[in-house]
Nanobody
Framework: QVQLVESGGGLVKAGGSLRLSCAASGIAFSIDAMGWYRQAPGNQREWVTTITSSGSTNYADSVKGRFTISRDNVKNTVYLQMISLKPEDTAVYYC???????????????WGQGTQVTVSS
């Protein structure tokens, strides 16, 4: 199975930048799409962005033009560069990865433990 560990969260002022990282470890036949979700207090977890194994990306409208997702397939790491941060970006950010098991190629989803991003006004 695959484990995900996020890092890079913190406190930043509005207009500032942060870069999140998520490293995948473990054994799998393949790691397919990877992405980021976030959950603000009192809200449901929401999708932020996804990147496929070939590098295609999609973004939620709320972050387009400000967030950039990238991945290093050799390191099995996905990154989220965030600029022009707003107070409404404050949330716990979770890394997600879809992968296929080595045993039978079944598809699974892995989640990280989350990293807090706080944007002050």
């Amino acid at each position: 199975q695959v484990q995900l560990v996020e890092s890079g969260g913190g406190l930043v002022k509005a207009g500032g930048s942060l870069r999140l990282s998520c490293a995948a470890s473990g054994i799998a036949f393949s790691i397919d799409a990877m992405g980021w979700y976030r959950q603000a207090p009192g809200n449901q977890r929401e999708w932020v962005t996804t990147i496929t194994s070939s590098g295609s990306t999609n973004y939620a409208d709320s972050v387009k033009g400000r967030f950039t997702i990238s991945r290093d397939n050799v390191k099995n790491t996905v990154y989220l560069q965030m600029i022009s941060l707003k107070p409404e970006d404050t949330a716990v950010y979770y890394c997600n990865a879809d992968y296929r098991s080595l045993r039978d190629r079944s598809k699974y989803a892995a989640w990280g433990q989350g990293t807090q991003v706080t944007v002050s006004s």
